[in-house]
T-cell receptor
Framework: SQQGEEDPQALSIQEGENATMNCSYK?????LQWYRQNSGRGLVHLIL?????REKHSGRLRVTLDTSKKSSSLLITASRAADTASYFC?????????????FGQGTILTVHP | DGGITQSPKYLFRKEGQNVTLSCEQN?????MYWYRQDPGQGLRLIYY???????QKGDIAEGYSVSREKKESFPLTVTSAQKNPTAFYLC???????????????FGEGSRLTVL
């Protein structure tokens, strides 16, 4: 089954609200990353959190990691219409799994002006 | 500006034809990757290359072929053996894997292949 599953599959909010997306995984990780993809475009790296970290911030982004629950969350504060995109969590198992990052199916975020 | 360039952005293919998607990077990255994305799904790894003249199969390599003759270039050929080639194809690159490799990928803008 897929690793790095995201929840919810789709999220619709108003501008100014916060958006929270969750990601669960099944096996141990070296780090977990979040990427953003605008419709029909390539993915853009947003933030990386290592397995020994619990929380990380970057601008309006806040990522948490709970390795005991094998889950991560991405919070976007004070959302803007320009945040409308798909967001993917990507598990990096490290070790010998070079080149084999595991992508979730993504959360589609729609921010209404 | 450094980045990854994929071409063409849109490509149409008749059944039975081979097509080649181009991927060029000027980030001086050693590793390059090809992913396939289908609607509503995550990315699946087709092939990756860690170094020139070497490449490895990913999870869905059947029906695809690659070459890595130059560090900057990693073209993907979708062969007639690929039964369901209609998809969005993404090329990516990263630094060479070292201890503590983060796995951060830099992506191109993608190529959308449609089989007629």
């Amino acid at each position: 089954s897929q690793q790095g599953e995201e929840d919810p599959q789709a999220l619709s909010i108003q501008e100014g609200e916060n958006a929270t997306m969750n990601c669960s995984y099944k096996t141990s990780i070296n780090n977990l990353q979040w990427y953003r993809q605008n419709s029909g475009r390539g993915l853009v790296h947003l933030i990386l959190i290592r397995s020994n970290e619990r929380e990380k911030h970057s601008g309006r982004l806040r990522v948490t990691l709970d390795t005991s629950k094998k889950s991560s969350s991405l919070l976007i504060t004070a959302s803007r219409a320009a945040d409308t995109a798909s967001y993917f969590c990507v598990r990096n198992a490290g070790g010998t799994s070079y080149g084999k990052l595991t992508f979730g199916q993504g959360t589609i975020l729609t921010v209404h002006p | 500006d450094g980045g990854i360039t994929q071409s063409p952005k849109y490509l149409f293919r008749k059944e039975g034809q081979n097509v080649t998607l181009s991927c060029e990077q000027n980030l001086n990255h050693d590793a390059m990757y090809w992913y396939r994305q289908d609607p509503g799904q995550g990315l699946r790894l087709i092939y990756y290359s860690q170094i020139v003249n070497d490449f490895q199969k990913g999870d869905i390599a059947e029906g695809y072929s690659v070459s890595r003759e130059k560090k900057e270039s990693f073209p993907l050929t979708v062969t007639s053996a690929q039964k369901n080639p209609t998809a969005f194809y993404l090329c990516a690159s990263s630094i060479w894997w070292l201890e503590g490799w983060t796995g951060e990928l830099f992506f191109g803008e993608g190529s959308r292949l449609t089989v007629l």
